[in-house]
């Protein structure tokens, strides 16, 4: 505690890091409190439905990652899944279209291009999906609609607060980004899954020790313990590394006499992070976008399975999903041939293994070898929240036994604490932790 207390003091002192975390605090403030403003014309009295409907499947994910905005037909509603979906499309067409090839090889300005491109298909996206958010909703607690408002009006005016409402979270992320403590989209969905944690918690509890037959406290208690268990899994995978040696020949530059010694690549097991399971994830609420939210429970057959997150198709095709994206992103993120380039410019060599292109080979090897482990392992943890369903954990709190927010929330949490960490050993200040340096997801 007393080291504790002595950090925080440290964090504090620091000037730079002190304005980040207040700017950050006040722009998660922001959100949150947007998540509260309702849709002008809708009585907040008689959203009981709409509440009911986001209390399981996908739909509930869909209120976990707005932070609740889903179903307070906030102004916030849609969250920031509509920019990561436009970003999934553009990445594929990255490695499909000429042209975006073109753009990411011009530097930053192909970058401002391509995320240009992004933002447009952001809002396309929100043009189609804030009128079936509206539709589910009209569908679901019409009373909660002003019966004096013209429908239609109604529809465009929304539409366009949705949109609006989705692109100020975006503002707010890279403003996180730039001027906070960085990740700023992670950043904006961990608030909104931490703020369903309590509530799910407590939901959870009572209905252990309410329930006959639930298994009371000691089962709250085993469940809490297998939660810390899955939260260490996590935590080793996003740290997880394959630390391949290399050794830098002697030379002379001017006076002096400089390499000669042995430093080690530290090539991660998940290189790609929790970016496969956001992308799985978005594209496995096209299914439901597609339908229309409100037609979810008529849904059958292929549908239907798609549609409902604990179901065998549903995990099946949301695992191989996750798979795929893994080495999908661990190619784009790993360059092997600039890796090896670099190592060869600097003088550099793997023992044993030829410099250039036999390193370049090396060096890929090693990637697909510790990626498909480490892409099984992501995909088993995602999937774990519906054994916890099987099981009778409140679906509240059994999306915190894996998946997106498990995934999002330790990798976030460790990314934030290892740049606060770099604020303070750059200021030498002792670390966070004394054992150790804490390891992010983008630790390299």
């Known amino acids: 505690m007393r080291k504790f207390i002595e950090t925080l003091k440290n964090i504090w002192k620091i ?22 403003v309702v849709l002008p014309g809708i009585d907040t009295q008689q959203l009981s439905n709409l509440a009911s409907q986001t209390s399981g499947g996908l739909m509930a994910l869909l209120d976990m990652f707005s932070g609740g905005a889903f179903s307070n037909a ?27 090839q073109k753009l990411q090889r011009e530097g930053e300005s192909g970058r401002r291009k391509i995320n240009q491109y992004t933002r447009y298909l952001t809002i396309a996206i929100l ?41 100020f979270i975006l503002w707010l992320g890279e403003r996180i980004t730039d001027k906070g403590v960085g990740n700023g989209i992670s950043f904006i969905i961990l608030i909104g899954i931490i703020a369903r944690l309590p509530q799910a918690l407590a939901q959870e509890f009572i209905s252990r020790i309410t329930s006959p037959g639930a298994g009371g406290i000691v089962m709250g208690l085993l469940e809490i313990v297998f939660l810390v268990l899955v939260i260490a899994a996590a935590i080793l995978l996003v740290q997880g590394v394959r630390k391949v040696p290399v050794q830098y020949a002697k030379r002379v530059v001017g ?33 439901i976008t597609l339908v229309g939210f409100s037609n979810t429970a008529s ?57 250039g292109k036999n390193t370049a080979e090396y ?82």
């Open 74 to 100: 906030s102004i916030f509603a849609l969250g920031i899944m509509p920019y990561i979906s436009a970003s999934i499309v553009i990445q594929l067409l990255a490695i499909a279209v000429p042209y975006f």
């Open 299 to 355: 849904a059958t057959g292929l549908v239907r399975a798609l549609v409902d997150h604990t179901s065998f198709g549903y995990n099946i095709v949301f695992a191989l999903l996750i798979i795929l994206f893994t080495y999908f992103y661990t190619a784009i993120t790993i360059n092997p041939t600039q890796m090896a380039e670099d190592m060869k410019r600097n003088n550099g060599f793997i023992p044993g293994i030829k410099p």
């Open 363 to 444: 060096i890929d090897t090693i990637m697909s070898r510790i990626t498909l482990p480490g892409s099984f392992f992501l995909a088993i943890i995602a999937v774990l929240p519906a054994f916890a369903g099987v099981f009778g954990v409140q679906q509240g709190f059994a999306a915190f036994f894996g998946g997106t927010s498990l995934l999002i929330l330790v990798g976030v949490v460790l990314d934030t604490l290892q740049q606060v960490e770099s604020h303070l050993i750059m200021r030498h200040y002792d670390g966070l932790l004394s054992s150790g340096r804490i390891k992010g997801r983008a630790s390299y």
């Open 255 to 287: 006076n002096k006499t400089v390499g000669g010694a042995r430093q080690y690549i530290p090539l991660k097991v998940n290189a790609a992070n929790v970016m496969p399971i956001i992308f799985a994830q978005a594209i496995m609420f096209i299914p």
């Open 127 to 167: 043009l189609f999906q804030a009128p079936s958010y509206l539709l589910n909703l009209k569908y679901q607690a019409g009373s909660a609609i002003n019966p004096s408002l013209n429908w239609s009006l109604f529809i465009i005016t929304s539409t366009i607060i949705l949109a609006a409402g989705s692109m």
């Open 15 to 36: 000037e730079d890091l002190r304005k980040r975390i207040l700017i950050t605090i006040l722009f998660v403030a922001i959100y949150r409190f947007g998540s509260f």
